[in-house]
C-alpha cells in the first residue's frame, strides 16, 4: 500500500513566521506534488519536482519555495507567512512514466491557519 | 478562468440510482482526464481516468464517457450507495502537469 504522509494535521502561526510543511512517500515515486485546497476552487499546484534537487513552478507559486534533497521527502516552505495562505495543503507522489504517472497518491492533508 | 469547470458544486441522489457528475474543460491538448474521489479528513484517492484517445472506460460501478466535441465529460455511478458520498474532483493530465476542478459534493441519501 502506498503510503503519503504529511508532517502534520493541523497548525496555526503568526503572521511572518517562516513555515515548513514536510511529506515523506514510501513507493520510490519520482515525481512529488504540492497542492493548497480552497473552497470553490479545488487543488491548485504550487510546485512539483521529477527528481531529487529538481523543481518546476506549478500555477501559484508565489510566496512558496520548496526542497527535494532525497527522493522520498518534499519540503513546502513558508518564507514569511501571511494570512492569504491560510488553507489546506495536500502533497502528492506518483511514478515518472506512462501509463503510471497520472495516478496521483496524496497525503492527508495539512490544515495550516495563519493569524 | 477556470480551465477545468464543475459547475455543480453538490449533487444528492437516492441510494440505488444513478449518480452523474459533470466536468467541462477548454484545453484540448491533454493526455488523459482522472476522477478523483475525497472523503472528509483524508487525501483525494484516484478513482478512475480516461485516455485522450477513447471515449468510454469502464470499473466496475463506475463509467466515465468524454466528449471531445463538447469538451464535456461525465462520471457515471450505478447503483450509488452511501458510501459513495465525498466530493468528487476531476482533473487534467498532460505531462507532469495536473489541473483540477474545484470539486462536487455528492450525497448518497439511504
Known amino acids: 500500500d502506498v503510503k503519503v504522509t504529511q508532517s502534520s494535521r493541523y497548525l496555526v502561526k503568526r503572521t511572518g513566521e517562516k513555515v515548513f510543511l514536510e511529506c515523506v512517500q514510501d513507493?520510490?515515486?519520482?515525481?512529488m506534488f504540492w497542492y493548497r485546497q480552497d473552497p470553490g476552487l479545488g487543488l491548485r499546484l504550487i510546485y512539483f519536482s521529477y527528481d531529487v534537487k529538481m523543481k518546476e513552478k506549478g500555477d501559484i507559486p508565489e510566496g512558496y519555495s520548496v526542497s527535494r534533497e532525497k527522493k522520498e521527502r518534499f519540503s513546502l516552505i513558508l518564507e514569511s507567512a501571511s494570512t492569504n495562505q491560510t488553507s489546506m495543503y495536500l502533497c502528492a507522489s506518483s511514478f515518472l512514466d506512462r501509463p503510471l504517472s497520472y495516478e496521483q497518491y496524496f497525503g492527508p492533508g495539512t490544515r495550516l491557519t495563519v493569524t | 478562468d477556470q480551465q477545468v469547470k464543475q459547475n455543480s458544486p453538490s449533487l444528492s441522489v437516492q441510494e440505488g440510482r444513478i449518480s452523474i457528475l459533470n466536468c467541462d474543460y477548454t484545453?484540448?491538448?491533454?493526455?488523459?482526464f482522472l476522477w478523483y474521489k475525497k472523503y472528509p479528513a483524508e487525501g483525494p484517492t484516484f478513482l478512475i481516468s480516461i485516455s485522450s484517445i477513447k471515449d468510454k472506460n469502464e470499473d466496475g460501478r463506475f463509467t466515465v464517457f468524454l466528449n471531445k466535441s463538447a469538451k464535456h465529460l461525465s462520471l457515471h455511478i450505478v447503483p450509488s450507495q452511501p458510501g459513495d458520498s465525498a466530493v468528487y474532483f476531476c482533473a487534467e493530465n498532460y505531462g507532469q502537469n495536473f489541473v483540477f476542478g474545484p470539486g462536487t459534493r455528492l450525497s448518497v441519501l439511504p
Open positions: 484545453n484540448s491538448m491533454f493526455d488523459y
Open positions: 513507493m520510490d515515486h519520482e515525481n
